[in-house]
């Protein structure tokens, strides 16, 4: 079958984060049958996904996707921080204050695959508290394709709804397994929901090629697979524990 999944509108997440985060469904129409159900992503990011039917008498099969990046971490309020220090010390030269940055990340070990901040944690506790409200206004039919009132469903040219903007629960989480990715995706897909539906959270699974790109910075170095399978028991780490796929270190990697 081929993999449809039709564009729809972003919806900003974490304005905020620093980073900034947003989350988006993706439009994928390849032009082959995929090698695989599941879909890749940019490092540092999760993947989150869900099946829409009542396209089979199509001859297609349609998922939306989410993509999200991490909330503001610990490293990002360091990195911060050394460049506000050094531009009060009178620097100005955009190498310099680079260089300020970069020395906070070597030099402080407790950067080491960084937590989410505390703002962070607010960030995308708001955004999951407004992402569930997002979901419970998707008053569907079962086809996901029926008539709702729904301010967020749009309608083609001829008045018959796009399917594109029904928006679910994600079935399945991709998500990098470093700790500020880890934290970002159980915040927002699991404990934002907690107590508040009656459906079954989402499959999680650590995927190694998430992850970004290895700087040599500390706070880019994840934990060991028994360190995060304590702190996050909901995610499946059975990828990154099989070691097939080995991230390159250097900032000039792919």
């Known amino acids: 079958r081929r993999l449809v999944a039709h564009s729809s509108r972003s919806i900003p997440l974490l304005q905020k984060a620093k ?33 829409l039917g009542g396209l089979e008498s199509l001859g297609t099969s349609k998922k939306v996707i989410y993509f999200v990046r991490h909330a503001e971490a610990e490293h990002n309020v360091k990195e911060r921080e050394a460049v506000a220090a050094a531009k009060i010390a009178g620097e100005t030269r955009k190498e310099e204050l680079e260089k300020a940055r970069k020395a906070v990340l070597a030099e402080d070990a407790s950067l080491k695959d960084a937590p989410l901040s505390r703002d962070g944690i607010d960030q995308v506790r708001n955004t999951g508290r407004r992402l569930n409200k997002l979901f419970a206004s998707m008053k569907a039919a079962p086809d996901g394709v029926g008539p709702s009132p729904s301010r967020h469903r749009s309608h083609s040219r001829s008045g018959s709804t796009d399917p594109s903007s029904v928006f679910k629960k994600p079935d399945v989480v991709l998500v990098s397994p470093l700790r500020r990715a880890l934290m970002t995706a159980t915040e927002l897909f699991l404990h934002a929901d907690e107590g508040g539906s009656d459906d079954s959270p989402p499959r999680f699974l650590a995927i190694e090629a998430l992850r970004e790109k290895r700087t040599g910075y500390l706070a880019d170095e994840r934990s060991t697979v028994e360190e995060l399978r304590k702190e996050f028991p909901h995610v499946d780490f059975s990828d990154v524990e099989a070691e097939t796929v080995v991230v390159p270190t250097g900032e000039g990697n792919p």
């Open 19 to 51: 980073p900034k985060t947003e989350l988006m469904s993706s439009s994928l129409t390849p032009p082959s049958p995929p090698t695989s159900p599941l879909p890749t992503g940019s490092a540092g990011n999760s993947l989150a996904g869900n099946s």
